[in-house]
């Protein structure tokens, strides 16, 4: 045993390997030190627990650890299991980064797509939201963040065509007219080759076949209250009036707002910076597909098109895994059952 500085040490040796040691491993070397040493310079076990605010149970396991590794058994030691029995198989693993990686979608439409895929491959158990969160933090796919969510009274309109909801959002310059549906959130999307009044209408009688209630949109010129071409539109086209969303509240069209992010997301790892208008309208019609017929909404219960006309696309899942080139989801049965 030997003194330097004031500070007891068992062990000439533990001098230098301590200067490189978390501030905790020295707090506990310290306790150690002082339990183990003689009079006139050790403590009670007591009081070397209230040193490093430890019980005796802890102080005991600490000094065993200590006389068995040396200093680095005062060290944290990992609390991970060495075996993990209910580990996902690594089949289930693979097919939740494929999808991530052939449409850039969260946790939440990544385990919806892969539960379609095990279930018509006749494989028990489920995928859940949280374990596709975590293997994709572990895989490096996404980052852990959290996420300060305010609660927002939600409001909708009663029933599908009652309200549908316009507005022009732009990707890589090229201009892409969104509409949806503010009952069902049943979503719509058209690339157009300008923003013009006369091009957004002719865009809007496209994506929206039939008469409906009434339109929100946002000021911008192409709905602007003193347009001509709008005017007409709606006087042909909606069955009672056009509604304006109020300045610096974006929240008024909120959900035609997720819809576009979800949309951009989704193009932009698809096609990065292309502005082919073409492309962009063909994997708009894929997302679409997605969106209507496999997104399930919380905030409704359903998918968008179960409420707005009833009439579910059945293909949704083989239309997108063959535009994706995910056929291969389907051998993923041959992974077992991965029910936990």
Same mark, same amino acid.
């Given at each position: 045993?030997?003194?330097?500085?004031?500070?007891?040490?068992?062990?000439?040796?533990?001098?230098?390997?301590?200067?490189?040691?978390?501030?905790?491993?020295?707090?506990?070397?310290?306790?150690?030190?002082?339990?183990?040493?003689?009079?006139?310079?050790?403590?009670?076990?007591?009081?070397?627990?209230? #040193?490093?605010?430890?019980?005796?149970?802890?102080?005991?396991?600490?000094?065993?650890?200590?006389?068995?590794?040396?200093?680095?058994?005062?060290?944290?030691?990992?609390?991970?299991?060495?075996?993990?029995?209910?580990?996902?198989?690594?089949?289930?693993?693979?097919?939740?980064?494929?999808?991530?990686?052939?449409?850039?979608?969260?946790?939440?439409?990544?385990?919806?797509?892969?539960?379609?895929?095990?279930?018509?491959?006749?494989?028990?158990?489920?995928?859940?939201?949280?374990?596709?969160?975590?293997?994709?933090?572990?895989?490096?796919?996404?980052?852990?963040?959290?996420?300060?969510?305010?609660?927002?009274?939600?409001?909708?309109?009663?029933?599908?065509?009652?309200?549908? !909801?316009?507005?022009?959002?732009?990707?890589?310059?090229?201009?892409?007219?969104?509409?949806?549906?503010?009952?069902?959130?049943?979503?719509?999307?058209?690339?157009?080759?300008?923003?013009?009044?006369?091009?957004?209408?002719?865009?809007?009688?496209?994506?929206?076949?039939?008469?409906?209630?009434? #339109?929100?949109?946002?000021?911008?010129?192409?709905?602007?209250?003193?347009?001509?071409?709008?005017?007409?539109?709606?006087?042909?086209?909606?069955?009672?009036?056009?509604?304006?969303?109020?300045?610096?509240?974006?929240?008024? #069209?909120?959900?035609?707002?997720?819809?576009?992010?979800?949309?951009?997301?989704?193009?932009?790892?698809?096609?990065?910076?292309?502005?082919?208008?073409?492309?962009?309208?063909?994997?708009?019609?894929?997302?679409?597909?997605?969106?209507?017929?496999?997104?399930?909404?919380?905030?409704?219960?359903?998918?968008?098109?179960?409420?707005?006309?009833?009439?579910?696309?059945?293909?949704?899942?083989?239309?997108?895994?063959?535009?994706?080139?995910?056929?291969?989801?389907?051998?993923?049965? !041959?992974?077992?059952?991965?029910?936990?």
């Amino acid at each position: 045993m030997i003194v330097v500085q004031g500070e007891i040490y068992l062990d000439e040796g533990h001098v230098e390997p301590l200067k490189g040691e978390p501030e905790y491993v020295k707090e506990r070397y310290r306790a150690v030190a002082r339990t183990l040493a003689q009079k006139p310079f050790g403590i009670t076990r007591k009081a070397a627990a209230n #040193l490093i605010c430890k019980s005796l149970r802890q102080l005991y396991r600490i000094v065993r650890r200590f006389l068995s590794k040396g200093i680095e058994g005062l060290r944290f030691e990992s609390r991970r299991p060495k075996t993990i029995n209910n580990r996902t198989p690594k089949e289930i693993e693979d097919c939740i980064l494929a999808v991530r990686k052939a449409t850039g979608f969260g946790p939440e439409p990544v385990s919806t797509i892969v539960n379609e895929s095990l279930a018509r491959s006749g494989v028990p158990g489920r995928v859940y939201q949280s374990l596709t969160y975590n293997i994709l933090v572990r895989r490096g796919e996404i980052e852990r963040e959290k996420r300060n969510r305010k609660e927002w009274k939600r409001f909708e309109w009663g029933h599908p065509n009652r309200l549908i !909801q316009a507005d022009l959002t732009y990707f890589n310059g090229v201009p892409i007219l969104t509409m949806e549906d503010d009952h069902a959130r049943k979503g719509w999307a058209l690339a157009l080759k300008d923003q013009f009044d006369t091009t957004v209408v002719e865009g809007m009688k496209t994506l929206v076949r039939e008469k409906y209630d009434n #339109l929100l949109t946002d000021n911008g010129s192409q709905f602007s209250r003193k347009n001509a071409v709008i005017r007409k539109y709606c006087e042909e086209c909606i069955n009672e009036k056009h509604i304006w969303a109020s300045i610096h509240h974006p929240q008024t #069209l909120g959900k035609l707002s997720a819809y576009q992010k979800g949309l951009k997301r989704f193009l932009r790892h698809r096609l990065g910076n292309s502005r082919n208008r073409a492309e962009i309208n063909k994997w708009a019609s894929v997302y679409n597909i997605w969106y209507n017929n496999g997104r399930h909404h919380s905030s409704i219960g359903t998918v968008p098109e179960a409420r707005y006309s009833g009439n579910l696309d059945q293909s949704w899942f083989t239309k997108i895994t063959r535009a994706l080139k995910l056929e291969n989801l389907y051998a993923v049965a !041959q992974g077992g059952d991965i029910s936990p």
